[in-house]
């Protein structure tokens, strides 16, 4: 992937293939930490305090973190609101239909942690037959290739509400703003949030 986009280091700029849960850098070495819907795929709550807590780590006190997140509302949406969001992507990208789903799923389990195959049975559930969104969308076939992907996996997705991401934030960080991200399909899902000043811990 870096070998793939990035035009090679020069003076002060690097690529580093790293982890967000042990990140290597120096502490107290940068400005601005940026992520951009990075944090679905760590555990919540432990894998999201430890990159919070590196996030800090790595920041100088006046420094500032803004991540691109994925935040499930309180209240899942009901089955019929969901429906008609997918119906409402005619034309399109069918990411923002898969992120949606993958969010049902967490938002109706106990925790914001979802496997995969959790969220491919709660879209055949909804879709029984997911041709006829497809048709109806516009979509190619193969547009679900990702969803399907999904089937058996027990990769991890995580969604967290404001609250329970602000509730480890705020372990670290003494203030957490959100910021509309835009006007796309799943935008008012998927704000910035903003870390700055460090909390006494
Ligand atoms: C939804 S993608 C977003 C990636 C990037 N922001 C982009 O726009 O292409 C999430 C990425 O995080 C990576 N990832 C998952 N867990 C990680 C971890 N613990 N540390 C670093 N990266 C991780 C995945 O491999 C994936 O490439």
Redesign the pocket.
């Known amino acids: ?1 870096i070998a793939r986009v990035w035009p090679g280091d020069e003076g002060a700029k690097r690529a580093v293939l ?4 042990t990140m290597p850098f120096a502490a107290a070495g940068y400005d601005a930490v940026i ?4 944090l ?3 555990s919540y709550p432990d ?1 999201l305090e430890q ?1 919070v807590a590196q996030v800090r780590r790595v920041l100088r006190p006046d420094g500032l973190a803004v991540f691109r997140v994925f935040v499930a509302p309180q209240t899942p949406p009901s089955d019929d609101d969901l429906i008609r969001f997918a119906y409402s992507l005619k034309g399109k990208s069918q990411d923002a239909f898969r992120w949606r789903i993958a969010m049902h799923t967490a938002n109706c389990a106990p925790t914001p942690n979802v496997l995969a195959n959790d969220v491919w049975l709660e879209f055949r559930r909804l879709f029984p037959k997911p041709e006829e969104l497809l048709r109806a969308n516009g979509w190619e076939e193969g547009s679900f290739s990702v969803l399907e992907l999904y089937r058996g996996s027990e990769m991890m997705i995580s969604f967290p509400t404001v609250d329970e991401l602000s509730g480890v934030a705020l372990r670290q960080f003494g203030q957490m703003d959100l910021h509309s991200s835009g006007d796309y399909p799943m935008s008012e899902h998927c704000p910035f949030v903003v870390l700055r000043g460090f909390a006494a811990t």
């Open positions: 992937m790293g982890d967000w849960r992520g951009d819907n990075c679905a795929f760590l894998g990159v």
